[in-house]
C-alpha cells in the first residue's frame, strides 16, 4: 500500500469539496436538507453525478463533511491559545468567526445546526463536537467573570444565550441581501459582549 | 340559528384545549411535530380520538391554534400601554413574558417557531403575526435608543439577535430538568437587556 500525502493534491480536493458544499448549501437553505437528493447537488455544484461520487460517496458524507469542517474551524479559533488577551477580545473574535462562517464564508455553514439530518452515528460525532465548543466559549465567558472583567452571572445560560443568537441567524439571514455579513457581525459582537461586562 | 356565547363555557373549552396543546407539545418535543399524529395527539392527552376531534378538527388546526394563541399573549404584552415605563423596564417584561410561554406554562409554545408544519394559507397568518411582534419588540429597542436610555446601535439586527437567543431555547431547554424557568428568565433578561444600554 502506497500512502500519498501529497498536500497540494490534497489542498485542491479540499478546495473541491468546499464548493460543491456552498453549491448544496444554496440548495438546502432554499428548500431544506431532507428535499434535497444527490442529483439536485450535482446539478446546483454543475457537477455529473458520477463526478460529485468522487468527492462525496452521499448525501450523508457530504452533509457530516460540512458539519464537521464547520465544527473544526470554530474550535481552532474558540482554542487558540491567547495568554494575555482579555476576555471581551477573545469572545469578540468567537462570535466575528462563527458569523462569518455562518453568513459568509461557506455560505450555509449553517447545516451545522440541522444534525437532525444525519443518521444516529455521525449525529453524535457531530453532537460530541458541538459540545466541545459550547464548553470552550462558555470557557471564556468564566474566565472573564473570574478575573471581574465581567458581571458575576451564570455563565451556562448567557453562553446559551449568546449562542442562541448566533445560531438562530440560520433561520433568517439571507446572503446577497441588504444586511452584509460584516454589519451583522459588528452588532452582534457589540450587543453579545456588552451584555457581559459590569 | 343561536348563537351561543357563554363566557363561562368558552373559558372551558379554551382550558380544555390548552390542556391537549400541552399533552401534544411534550409529544412533538420527543419526536418532532412532523412525526405526530392526532392518534399519538390523543393518546398523550388521554382522549378517544373523537373525543379529540371535537376540540380540534385536525392537526393543522391544533399547531395552528398553539401558534396563533401563544403570539396573541406575547403581543399582549408587547402591545401594553406603558407611558411612562423605562425602555429597559418594558423589554424585560417582554423577554419574560416570551419565555414563560416558551419555558412553562404552555409547555412548548415553541410550536411557534415550527411554522414549516404548517399548509402556506396558516403558515402566512402566522408569520405576519410574528413580524408584527418583531416589530413591537424593535420598536421598545428604538424608543430607548431614542431616548438615549439604550446605546446608539442598529435597532433591527439587535433585536434579532435578542429574539434569537430566546426562541433558540426551543432548541435546548428541556422542561423539568435541572434549570428552572426562573432561572433562565433571570439570566436572559439581565443579560439581553445591559447589552442594550450605554
Redesign the interface.
Known amino acids: 500500500v502506497v500512502r500519498i500525502s501529497n498536500s497540494r493534491s490534497k489542498g485542491r480536493l479540499l478546495a473541491r469539496r468546499r464548493a460543491i458544499l456552498r453549491a448544496a448549501a444554496t440548495a438546502f437553505r432554499a428548500r431544506?436538507i431532507a428535499a434535497i437528493g444527490m442529483r439536485e447537488i450535482a446539478d446546483a455544484a454543475e457537477l455529473s453525478p458520477a463526478n460529485l461520487y468522487y468527492y462525496f460517496k452521499s448525501k450523508d458524507e457530504l452533509v457530516y463533511f460540512c458539519q464537521d469542517h464547520s465544527l473544526d474551524r470554530m474550535l481552532e479559533v474558540v482554542d487558540a491559545p491567547a495568554p494575555k488577551a482579555k476576555s471581551a477580545d477573545r469572545l469578540r473574535a468567537v462570535i466575528e468567526a462563527q458569523l462569518a462562517l455562518m453568513l459568509d464564508e461557506l455560505d450555509g455553514a449553517a447545516a451545522h445546526l440541522e444534525v437532525?439530518a444525519l443518521p444516529e452515528r455521525l449525529r453524535e460525532k457531530i453532537v460530541a463536537k458541538r459540545d466541545r465548543y459550547e464548553r470552550a466559549v462558555r470557557a471564556i465567558v468564566e474566565a472573564g467573570i473570574k478575573k471581574r472583567e465581567f458581571?458575576k452571572?451564570?455563565a451556562t445560560?448567557?453562553t446559551?444565550?449568546?449562542?442562541?443568537?448566533?445560531?438562530?441567524?440560520a433561520?433568517?439571514y439571507r446572503p446577497g441581501g441588504r444586511?452584509s455579513p460584516a454589519?451583522?457581525s459588528r452588532?452582534?459582537s457589540?450587543?453579545?459582549?456588552?451584555?457581559?461586562?459590569k
Not at 457589540?190 to 461586562?197: E, F, I, N
Request: hydrophobic share 55%.
Open positions: 431544506g437532525d458581571a452571572q451564570d445560560l448567557v446559551r444565550a449568546l449562542l442562541g443568537a448566533l445560531n438562530w441567524t433561520r433568517w444586511t454589519a451583522v452588532a452582534f457589540d450587543y453579545l459582549v456588552r451584555g457581559l461586562l
